[in-house]
Protein backbone atom coordinates (compact mmCIF):
# COMPACT_ATOMS: atom_id res chain seq x y z
CA UNK A 1 0.00 0.00 0.00
CA UNK A 2 2.72 2.30 0.96
CA UNK A 3 4.29 1.65 -1.70
CA UNK A 4 1.61 2.71 -4.11
CA UNK A 5 1.15 6.01 -2.20
CA UNK A 6 4.76 6.65 -2.99
CA UNK A 7 4.24 5.62 -7.12
CA UNK A 8 1.77 8.07 -7.39
CA UNK A 9 3.35 10.56 -5.55
CA UNK A 10 6.31 10.25 -7.66
CA UNK A 11 4.69 9.93 -10.89
CA UNK A 12 2.97 12.75 -9.59
CA UNK A 13 5.53 15.07 -8.97
CA UNK A 14 7.27 13.89 -12.25
CA UNK A 15 4.47 15.12 -14.10
CA UNK A 16 3.65 18.36 -12.73
CA UNK A 17 7.48 18.67 -12.31
CA UNK A 18 7.98 17.88 -16.28
CA UNK A 19 4.87 20.20 -17.07
CA UNK A 20 6.35 23.40 -15.64
CA UNK A 21 9.64 22.43 -17.28
CA UNK A 22 8.29 22.10 -20.78
CA UNK A 23 6.01 25.83 -19.74
CA UNK A 24 9.44 27.76 -18.73
CA UNK A 25 12.10 26.82 -21.70
CA UNK A 26 12.75 30.50 -21.40
CA UNK A 27 13.82 31.86 -18.42
CA UNK A 28 11.37 34.59 -17.26
CA UNK A 29 13.36 37.71 -17.07
CA UNK A 30 13.83 39.31 -13.18
CA UNK A 31 11.91 42.44 -13.76
CA UNK A 32 12.15 44.77 -10.67
CA UNK A 33 8.52 46.42 -9.58
CA UNK A 34 8.10 49.68 -7.21
CA UNK A 35 5.37 47.42 -5.17
CA UNK A 36 8.18 44.77 -4.50
CA UNK A 37 9.48 44.08 -0.73
CA UNK A 38 7.84 45.44 2.29
CA UNK A 39 7.88 49.16 1.53
CA UNK A 40 6.60 48.32 -2.21
CA UNK A 41 4.16 51.15 -3.38
CA UNK A 42 2.58 51.35 -6.46
CA UNK A 43 4.01 54.26 -8.95
CA UNK A 44 1.02 56.40 -10.20
CA UNK A 45 1.83 57.24 -13.43
CA UNK A 46 2.79 53.53 -14.48
CA UNK A 47 -0.65 52.76 -12.92
CA UNK A 48 -2.34 55.16 -15.21
CA UNK A 49 -0.41 54.92 -18.29
CA UNK A 50 -1.08 50.92 -18.04
CA UNK A 51 -5.03 51.79 -17.65
CA UNK A 52 -4.67 53.99 -20.81
CA UNK A 53 -3.06 50.73 -22.15
CA UNK A 54 -5.90 48.29 -21.01
CA UNK A 55 -8.71 50.95 -22.13
CA UNK A 56 -7.15 51.34 -25.16
CA UNK A 57 -5.96 47.95 -26.58
CA UNK A 58 -6.81 45.20 -23.61
CA UNK A 59 -10.08 45.92 -23.49
CA UNK A 60 -11.26 45.36 -26.92
CA UNK A 61 -11.17 41.84 -25.68
CA UNK A 62 -10.65 41.36 -22.21
CA UNK A 63 -13.33 42.46 -18.98
CA UNK A 64 -12.02 43.61 -15.32
CA UNK A 65 -14.99 42.08 -13.68
CA UNK A 66 -13.81 42.79 -9.95
CA UNK A 67 -13.40 46.12 -10.84
CA UNK A 68 -15.71 49.09 -10.97
CA UNK A 69 -15.11 52.11 -12.89
CA UNK A 70 -15.26 54.28 -9.34
CA UNK A 71 -12.25 51.77 -7.82
CA UNK A 72 -10.56 53.69 -10.46
CA UNK A 73 -10.44 57.21 -8.27
CA UNK A 74 -7.61 55.38 -6.65
CA UNK A 75 -5.07 55.49 -9.57
CA UNK A 76 -5.57 59.77 -9.12
CA UNK A 77 -8.56 60.16 -11.29
CA UNK A 78 -11.14 62.79 -10.67
CA UNK A 79 -14.89 61.97 -10.77
CA UNK A 80 -15.82 63.54 -14.04
CA UNK A 81 -12.71 61.20 -15.77
CA UNK A 82 -14.45 58.58 -14.04
CA UNK A 83 -17.81 59.05 -15.69
CA UNK A 84 -16.25 59.69 -19.03
CA UNK A 85 -14.04 56.26 -18.78
CA UNK A 86 -17.55 54.56 -17.71
CA UNK A 87 -19.56 56.13 -20.07
CA UNK A 88 -17.55 54.40 -23.13
CA UNK A 89 -18.88 50.92 -21.87
CA UNK A 90 -22.10 49.59 -22.76
CA UNK A 91 -23.79 47.65 -19.84
CA UNK A 92 -26.43 44.79 -19.87
CA UNK A 93 -29.55 46.44 -17.28
CA UNK A 94 -32.82 45.42 -16.69
CA UNK A 95 -35.14 43.50 -16.37
CA UNK A 96 -37.23 46.96 -17.64
CA UNK A 97 -41.28 46.72 -16.98
CA UNK A 98 -41.62 44.79 -19.93
CA UNK A 99 -39.13 42.05 -18.34
CA UNK A 100 -37.11 42.82 -21.59
CA UNK A 101 -33.11 43.11 -20.59
CA UNK A 102 -31.74 46.43 -22.17
CA UNK A 103 -28.40 48.22 -22.96
CA UNK A 104 -27.17 51.64 -21.24
CA UNK A 105 -24.26 53.49 -21.08
CA UNK A 106 -21.83 52.76 -18.02
CA UNK A 107 -21.74 54.69 -14.70
CA UNK A 108 -19.09 54.90 -12.32
CA UNK A 109 -20.91 51.81 -9.81
CA UNK A 110 -20.45 49.45 -12.60
CA UNK A 111 -17.60 46.80 -12.93
CA UNK A 112 -15.82 46.85 -16.21
CA UNK A 113 -17.01 44.66 -18.82
CA UNK A 114 -16.20 42.47 -21.29
CA UNK A 115 -17.12 43.83 -24.69
CA UNK A 116 -18.84 40.32 -25.80
CA UNK A 117 -22.43 39.04 -24.79
CA UNK A 118 -20.95 35.74 -23.10
CA UNK A 119 -18.01 33.48 -23.19
CA UNK A 120 -19.37 31.60 -26.45
CA UNK A 121 -19.49 34.82 -28.81
CA UNK A 122 -16.17 35.65 -26.96
CA UNK A 123 -14.71 32.39 -28.16
CA UNK A 124 -16.51 32.48 -31.61
CA UNK A 125 -14.56 35.77 -32.33
CA UNK A 126 -10.87 34.26 -31.06
CA UNK A 127 -10.88 31.48 -32.55
CA UNK A 128 -11.99 29.16 -30.38
CA UNK A 129 -10.43 30.78 -26.95
CA UNK A 130 -12.31 32.84 -24.95
CA UNK A 131 -9.78 36.06 -23.70
CA UNK A 132 -10.31 35.43 -19.98
CA UNK A 133 -11.02 38.11 -17.37
CA UNK A 134 -7.60 40.05 -16.40
CA UNK A 135 -8.70 41.40 -12.87
CA UNK A 136 -6.71 38.51 -11.11
CA UNK A 137 -4.66 37.37 -13.85
CA UNK A 138 -1.31 38.84 -11.65
CA UNK A 139 -2.04 36.73 -8.72
CA UNK A 140 -3.30 33.54 -11.22
CA UNK A 141 0.14 33.25 -12.49
CA UNK A 142 3.36 32.31 -10.57
CA UNK A 143 5.39 35.44 -10.60
CA UNK A 144 2.40 37.27 -12.32
CA UNK A 145 3.58 41.07 -13.29
CA UNK A 146 6.80 39.74 -14.75
CA UNK A 147 5.04 37.32 -16.81
CA UNK A 148 2.36 39.16 -18.21
CA UNK A 149 5.04 41.89 -19.30
CA UNK A 150 7.69 38.86 -20.66
CA UNK A 151 4.54 36.78 -22.48
CA UNK A 152 3.46 40.99 -24.07
CA UNK A 153 6.59 42.19 -25.25
CA UNK A 154 9.65 38.99 -26.41
CA UNK A 155 7.73 36.34 -25.78
CA UNK A 156 6.61 36.82 -29.21
CA UNK A 157 8.92 34.98 -31.42
CA UNK A 158 9.22 33.33 -34.78
CA UNK A 159 8.55 29.45 -33.64
CA UNK A 160 11.29 27.27 -33.88
CA UNK A 161 11.91 25.00 -36.77
CA UNK A 162 9.35 22.23 -36.72
CA UNK A 163 7.44 23.35 -34.68
CA UNK A 164 4.14 23.56 -35.55
CA UNK A 165 1.77 26.72 -35.30
CA UNK A 166 -2.36 25.99 -35.93
CA UNK A 167 -3.93 29.13 -38.35
CA UNK A 168 -5.09 31.91 -35.43
CA UNK A 169 -2.28 30.68 -32.98
CA UNK A 170 0.83 32.51 -32.31
CA UNK A 171 4.08 31.25 -30.64
CA UNK A 172 5.02 32.68 -27.87
CA UNK A 173 7.91 31.85 -25.60
CA UNK A 174 6.51 31.97 -21.92
CA UNK A 175 2.98 30.98 -22.26
CA UNK A 176 2.37 27.18 -21.34
CA UNK A 177 2.87 25.13 -24.49
CA UNK A 178 4.15 28.24 -26.72
CA UNK A 179 0.60 28.26 -28.32
CA UNK A 180 -1.45 31.45 -27.83
CA UNK A 181 -4.78 31.87 -29.29
CA UNK A 182 -3.74 36.04 -28.53
CA UNK A 183 -2.16 37.60 -31.66
CA UNK A 184 0.59 40.34 -30.52
CA UNK A 185 -1.69 42.87 -29.04
CA UNK A 186 1.07 45.43 -28.78
CA UNK A 187 3.26 47.21 -31.42
CA UNK A 188 5.05 50.48 -30.94
CA UNK A 189 3.41 53.38 -30.74
CA UNK A 190 -0.03 51.21 -30.15
CA UNK A 191 -1.16 54.43 -27.29
CA UNK A 192 -0.22 58.02 -27.06
CA UNK A 193 0.52 58.39 -23.69
CA UNK A 194 -0.70 61.38 -22.03
CA UNK A 195 1.93 62.42 -20.04
CA UNK A 196 4.41 61.90 -23.14
CA UNK A 197 5.97 58.57 -22.24
CA UNK A 198 7.73 56.70 -25.31
CA UNK A 199 5.43 53.85 -25.86
CA UNK A 200 7.66 51.11 -26.77
CA UNK A 201 6.19 47.61 -26.35
CA UNK A 202 8.31 47.05 -23.49
CA UNK A 203 7.04 50.19 -22.06
CA UNK A 204 3.85 49.81 -22.29
CA UNK A 205 3.69 45.78 -21.58
CA UNK A 206 5.66 46.74 -17.98
CA UNK A 207 2.54 49.06 -17.26
CA UNK A 208 -0.14 47.25 -18.23
CA UNK A 209 1.22 44.46 -15.72
CA UNK A 210 2.11 47.31 -13.15
CA UNK A 211 -1.63 48.52 -13.66
CA UNK A 212 -2.90 44.21 -13.68
CA UNK A 213 -0.80 43.88 -9.95
CA UNK A 214 -3.28 46.75 -8.90
CA UNK A 215 -6.51 45.48 -9.86
CA UNK A 216 -5.34 41.86 -8.42
CA UNK A 217 -4.69 43.39 -4.94
CA UNK A 218 -6.01 47.29 -4.79
CA UNK A 219 -5.29 47.28 -0.80
CA UNK A 220 -0.96 45.94 -1.42
CA UNK A 221 -0.13 49.36 -0.28
CA UNK A 222 -2.48 49.29 3.21
CA UNK A 223 -1.50 46.14 3.80
CA UNK A 224 2.52 46.82 3.60
CA UNK A 225 1.89 49.50 5.74
CA UNK A 226 0.11 47.42 7.94
CA UNK A 227 2.59 44.65 8.34
CA UNK A 228 5.06 47.89 9.17
CA UNK A 229 3.03 48.89 12.26
CA UNK A 230 2.25 45.89 13.68
CA UNK A 231 6.14 44.92 13.51
CA UNK A 232 6.66 48.06 15.10
CA UNK A 233 3.81 48.17 17.49
CA UNK A 234 5.61 44.38 18.38
CA UNK A 235 8.82 45.53 18.90
CA UNK A 236 8.04 48.41 21.02
CA UNK A 237 5.71 45.88 23.02
CA UNK A 238 8.66 43.57 23.35
CA UNK A 239 10.87 46.25 25.03
CA UNK A 240 8.55 47.65 26.88
CA UNK A 241 8.06 44.22 28.75
CA UNK A 242 11.83 43.29 29.02
CA UNK A 243 11.78 46.43 31.22
CA UNK A 244 9.00 45.45 33.34
CA UNK A 245 10.05 41.86 33.72
CA UNK A 246 13.74 43.58 34.93
CA UNK A 247 11.56 45.59 37.55
CA UNK A 248 9.17 42.48 38.86
CA UNK A 249 12.19 40.72 38.88
CA UNK A 250 14.83 42.93 40.17
CA UNK A 251 14.82 41.94 44.18
CA UNK A 252 14.88 38.57 43.35
CA UNK A 253 18.36 38.47 41.83
C1 LIG B 1 -8.05 40.54 -30.08
C2 LIG B 1 -8.35 40.11 -28.73
C3 LIG B 1 -7.31 40.32 -27.65
C4 LIG B 1 -6.69 41.50 -27.28
C5 LIG B 1 -6.81 42.88 -27.91
C6 LIG B 1 -5.87 41.19 -26.12
N1 LIG B 1 -6.02 39.85 -25.81
FE1 LIG B 1 -5.17 38.89 -24.24
N2 LIG B 1 -6.00 37.13 -24.82
C7 LIG B 1 -6.85 36.98 -25.90
C8 LIG B 1 -7.22 35.57 -26.02
C9 LIG B 1 -8.13 34.98 -27.08
C10 LIG B 1 -6.56 34.90 -24.97
C11 LIG B 1 -6.58 33.40 -24.66
C12 LIG B 1 -5.33 32.78 -25.23
C13 LIG B 1 -5.25 31.28 -25.12
O1 LIG B 1 -5.86 30.71 -24.20
O2 LIG B 1 -4.54 30.67 -25.95
C14 LIG B 1 -5.82 35.91 -24.23
C15 LIG B 1 -5.05 35.66 -23.11
C16 LIG B 1 -4.42 36.62 -22.35
C17 LIG B 1 -3.71 36.36 -21.12
C18 LIG B 1 -3.63 35.02 -20.40
C19 LIG B 1 -2.37 34.26 -20.60
C20 LIG B 1 -2.41 33.04 -19.74
O3 LIG B 1 -1.39 32.74 -19.10
O4 LIG B 1 -3.44 32.35 -19.68
C21 LIG B 1 -3.22 37.57 -20.66
C22 LIG B 1 -2.41 37.82 -19.41
C23 LIG B 1 -3.62 38.56 -21.63
N3 LIG B 1 -4.34 37.96 -22.64
C24 LIG B 1 -3.33 39.91 -21.49
C25 LIG B 1 -3.68 40.86 -22.44
C26 LIG B 1 -3.33 42.25 -22.31
C27 LIG B 1 -2.62 42.86 -21.12
C28 LIG B 1 -3.79 42.86 -23.41
C29 LIG B 1 -3.63 44.32 -23.78
C30 LIG B 1 -2.28 44.78 -23.96
C31 LIG B 1 -4.47 41.85 -24.24
N4 LIG B 1 -4.38 40.65 -23.60
C32 LIG B 1 -5.10 42.11 -25.45
C33 LIG B 1 -7.29 37.97 -26.75
C34 LIG B 1 -6.88 39.29 -26.70
Known sequence: MKRVVAGVLSAAILAFG???????????????WSFDGIFGQFDRPALQRGFQVYREVCSACHSLRLIAFRDLADLGYDVEQIKAFAAEATVVDGPDDEGE?????????????????????????????????????????????????????????????????????????????????????LGDDAVEYQDGTEASVDRM?????????????????????????????????????????????????
Open 205 to 253: AADVAHFLMWTAEPKLEQRKQTGIKVVLFLLVLTGILYAIKRKVWADLH
Open 101 to 185: MFEREGRPSDRIPSPFPNAKAAAAANGGSTPPDLSLMAKARPHGPSYIRALLSDGYEDAPAGFEILEGQSYNAYFPGNRIAMAPP
Open 18 to 32: TQTMAAEDKALPDFK
